[in-house]
């Protein structure tokens, strides 16, 4: 590497350093008071005895539905605050910064040069208001991801497994993609080679050996959410705003926002026809996630299975939960974007899938709490209608865009193959 080329490293990591610590006050959503309590409960329960504790108690509102490395994660910054003696605010937004960063190197190293460096940008960019402004921990998953894909590209497959386990065992969200994952090293491993996943297994085995029965209560917990969108701009979002005009006595007048809903409300409260009705829209909303999801496999299995096809079946397949899954919250949009972004690194044509996938994440979370937590400092009633309505359409709309061309070529592949066999 060049002597210039280091000196620009240099100063983009100081800059992103500076950045991190300008936004060290920004208090973040409601979250934020969450993870400050599991950091507090490590000096009582420790390292290992504060995850189970978390999820079979009533903790900051409820029950963790988190897997057991976010909150070791979060119990180990009480050691590091008492160590330093620094407030667990501070120890918190302080973590976040290398992990931006780290996801960010990630990124930059797809290529060489100013390409790398402007897709290192990016992808800090992209996590900005999410990491270090409105301190959720995503990040903390997120580096181990990225690890994983940088992997499998480059052929690494027993780290990448390993990665892949530990961006897992930190937040549920990457188990979707686990079956595009399987089907990309299905064909590139021998049975010989089997012994580089040992530590991926070990690891797994180790955690469930430790705390599967809190595992299993805690993805239960999460499953089982009965939030029709938890602020999420999707299909369950026009939904919720369908019934609130409907709910007895909760009808929103013009000028009101949308608010999240709760099933076990609209079931206590709702007539049995009308109730009938939005169950039907529900349902309806379960069986294109799993369809949208299942045409993103079927592509990727009948496609060449390169890294491209990974990518663009994964971010597919992932949009398709976050477009129609139940309990899907604004942060859930966090993968499609950071695939979208991958996707284009390596392929240079997918520039409008990744700037729009990234638009659609920041806006969902600005569009709630601003850039501080405490809302968007803004109205979103636009001639007397809540705009997040027309942001959902739209999310719902360049969905459509993504999937059908895919499902079209899904299509003729399976046409291919059937005259193939006759």
Request: charged residues 15%; positive net charge; proline residues 4%.
């Amino acid at each position: 590497m060049r002597f210039s080329d280091r000196w620009k490293d240099a100063v983009l990591l100081a800059a992103g350093i500076l950045i991190g610590l300008a936004f060290l006050n920004a208090y973040g959503t409601e979250d934020r008071g969450r993870w400050i309590i599991y950091i507090d409960l490590a000096r009582k329960h420790g390292l290992f005895g504060t995850y189970p504790f978390a999820v079979f108690n009533n903790i900051a509102g409820g029950s963790t539905d988190y897997p057991p490395l976010s909150i070791m994660f979060l119990a180990g910054l009480s050691r590091v605050a008492d160590h330093f003696r620094l407030t667990d605010f501070t120890t918190l937004k302080l973590s976040l910064i290398p992990f931006t960063l780290a996801c960010a190197y990630v990124v930059a190293a797809w290529h060489e040069g100013r390409q790398g460096r402007l897709f290192g940008v990016a992808m800090f960019a992209l996590l900005t208001l999410n990491a270090l402004l409105l301190a959720y921990i995503d990040v903390y998953f997120l580096m181990f991801f990225l690890i994983a894909l940088y992997c499998l590209e480059r052929g690494w497959f027993g780290t990448a497994a390993l990665m892949f386990v530990i961006s897992v065992l930190v937040k549920w969200q990457p188990i979707i993609l686990l079956p595009f994952v399987i089907l990309y090293l299905w064909p590139r491993c021998t049975f010989r080679g089997l012994v580089r996943f040992a530590p991926a297994i070990l690891l797994l085995f180790a955690a469930l050996a430790g705390y599967g029965s809190a595992m299993a209560h805690a993805f239960i917990s999460g499953m089982q959410e009965p939030t029709l969108s938890g602020r999420a701009l999707n299909f369950n979002w026009l939904v919720t705003a369908r019934a609130e005009l409907h709910w007895p006595g909760y009808a929103l007048p013009d000028g009101e926002h949308v608010k999240t809903m709760n099933l076990a409300l609209m079931q206590r409260h709702f007539l049995p026809d009308r109730l009938r009705y939005y169950l039907i829209a529900l349902d309806l909303s379960s069986a294109l996630r799993y369809v949208c999801y299942g045409v993103a496999f079927l592509y990727f299995l009948l496609s060449k299975r390169e890294f491209t096809d990974f990518l663009r079946a994964s971010t597919i397949a992932f949009f398709a939960y976050c477009t129609f899954g139940m309990a899907v919250h604004e942060s859930h949009s966090l993968l499609p974007a950071v695939l979208a972004l991958c996707w284009f690194a390596v392929d240079r044509t997918r520039w409008l899938e990744a700037i729009v996938l990234a638009g659609i994440f920041n806006l969902n979370l600005l569009i709630f709490y601003g850039i501080d937590g405490d809302g968007p400092g803004f109205s979103t009633i636009v001639f007397n209608h809540d705009v997040t309505i027309w942001l959902a359409a739209f999310d719902v709309a360049f969905f459509a865009i993504m999937w059908l061309p895919m499902a079209l070529e899904t299509v003729r592949s399976l046409r291919s193959a059937t005259t193939r066999a006759a």
